[in-house]
DNA sequence: TATAGTACTTAACAGTGTTAAGTACTTCGT
DNA sequence: ACGAAGTACTTAACACTGTTAAGTACTATA
């Protein structure tokens, strides 16, 4: 009986295993449950064992995305930094994050939700931690005086959107050719970080 | 054969009408070729005599799309106005397009471009004329003092991506429900505007 | 009137997600 | 020890998808 679990919940490793290996490897567009049953050793019926359908699944694996980036900005940012400090490492952590893994960032940020199921309430609320810690890098930049800030709940989430659509932008080649890459990121960083410290650096007044 | 020849075209004309009704009633990924053709009075595979595949025919609607987008942008700015109008209005312009037209933005702006053939070398020059027109107006607003940008080019593509991260984030519902969506627009512009004329509005200095 | 070309259709292929039904096998209660 | 129940899976099937090959009327031309 014992064995018996531990056996099923191998299978059920097994599929997610080779789903993130397939979605690495060749793509959100060519993961198929056949493919995936086919490559993890069971009939494309038995995942529907371990998971309700396909967006079930889909829904796993964002959430290991959410985890991966949550545990990359957790481990980068730090109380004792200066509030700016911290803002442009969450830009560049998220942004290095989108670049380094394009097909997690596709089903975590481009697929449309209106044509997947309903992801999960408990995991959204983890998949926005990071722009709540966004919201509160703002706060305490402005409690201590580095940011003008209106509303930092809104603000992050225009800084977010931002970003987002400085990563996608890359990603789906629309970048125009003359643009250097690197030269764009820091654009958008320098871009982020202007619009809350305006009037507030050495201008000389 | 002249009558022919027009009947030719009517069907496509039927085809491509269709396509765009059904787009708009009822999403991207309800679109398919027997569908469209039932809706069309005509076979699946009729649709081949017109459109080589089915990026083909998107790419028409794709087409239509840029054509919309510039016509608005066209009707709205002016070389007489400040260029910090015409910025304005051509970032809200775009985010109004986003919102309003929410299927042509999908198929324009987040289809993965790695999955559909390759959008026409002529029709992309054509996609990119708004951002061409946002490059133009930057550089206009530098040259007679009311911007400090670096580069016109790359400050255009930021801003553009920057729009495009939030027309997104609202489009996908991503956007916190505790934030009203005019707020959130009117931050975004602001936040725009604010890259460009930083140390220029009046500061007592 | 036969030929060539136009404008279309039907049938089929290979793929998709998903469900219903069936099959071994294992464990449990009597 | 034996039938019942439950587990872990599979096969077959349905209703779709984009796309191609082959076939069918019809029409204009020589």
């Given amino acids: ?3 018996q679990l531990i056996k099923k919940q ?5 599929i997610l295993d080779t789903s993130r290996h397939m979605l690495v490897s ?7 449950m056949r493919k995936i049953a086919r490559e993890a050793g069971c009939s494309a019926t038995s995942i529907y064992l371990y998971f309700r359908n396909k967006d079930a699944l889909l829904h796993a694996l964002i959430d290991e995305g959410f985890e991966m980036i949550f545990s990359l900005i957790k481990g980068k940012i730090s ?3 200066r509030p700016a400090v911290n803002l442009e490492v969450l830009c560049r952590t998220f942004i290095k994050f989108g670049l380094d893994n394009p097909e997690y960032y596709e089903i975590m940020f481009l697929l449309h939700p209106k044509n997947m199921d309903r992801y999960p309430a408990e995991n959204f609320r983890r998949a926005t931690r990071p722009v709540s810690i966004l919201a509160d890098t703002l706060l305490q930049g402005e409690k201590t005086g580095y940011f003008t800030i209106q509303d930092p709940v809104v603000e992050a989430h225009v800084i977010w959107s931002s970003l ?3 990563i996608t932008a890359i990603l789906a080649n629309r970048i125009d050719v003359r643009i250097n890459q690197q030269d764009f990121i820091d654009s958008v960083v320098q871009h982020v970080i ?3 410290t305006r009037g ?5 007044c």
């Fill in 1 to 3: 009986m014992a064995v």
């Fill in 10 to 14: 191998d299978l059920r490793r097994s």
């Fill in 26 to 32: 060749e793509g959100f567009n060519h993961l198929s």
């Fill in 79 to 81: 109380e004792d930094n």
């Fill in 164 to 166: 987002h659509g400085a």
């Fill in 194 to 196: 202007r619009g809350l």
């Fill in 200 to 204: 507030r650096e050495k201008n000389g």
